[in-house]
Nanobody, 115 residues
Framework: QVQLVESGGGLVQPGGSLRLSCAAS????????MRWVRQAPGKGLEWVSM????????TYANSVKGLFTISRDKTKNTLYLQMSGLKSEDTDVYYC????????RGQGTQVTISS
């Protein structure tokens, strides 16, 4: 079973940047469509971005389009989310998951945007 471990979160000032990582165990990861989602306390999950197995097809939520970039490195079995132009409303716990309904997420990484 593939395990997913997110990292890279932290406290950043508005307008700053962060790169999140999602390290996957197991070769099956290379064949999966993957997504990033985020969730604020007391709120539902918000889909952020999706990428196909080769990395050649990506989509983004309108709220992050042009600011966030999803990518993957098959040699490192890792998914990334490069975030720039961060705003206070981007404060959330960010999770990676296989892009399949009901797929389990990692433990998440906290991103806090504050001055």
């Amino acid at each position: 079973q593939v395990q997913l471990v997110e990292s890279g979160g932290g406290l950043v000032q508005p307008g700053g940047s962060l790169r999140l990582s999602c390290a996957a165990s197991g070769s099956a990861f290379r064949h999966w469509w993957m997504r990033w989602v985020r969730q604020a306390p007391g709120k539902g999950l918000e889909w952020v971005s999706m990428i196909n197995p080769t990395g050649g097809n990506t989509t983004y939520a309108n709220s992050v389009k042009g600011l966030f970039t999803i990518s993957r490195d098959k040699t490192k079995n890792t998914l990334y989310l490069q975030m720039s132009g961060l705003k206070s409303e981007d404060t959330d716990v960010y999770y990676c998951a296989r892009d399949t309904m009901g797929a389990p997420r990692g433990q998440g990484t906290q991103v806090t945007i504050s001055s």
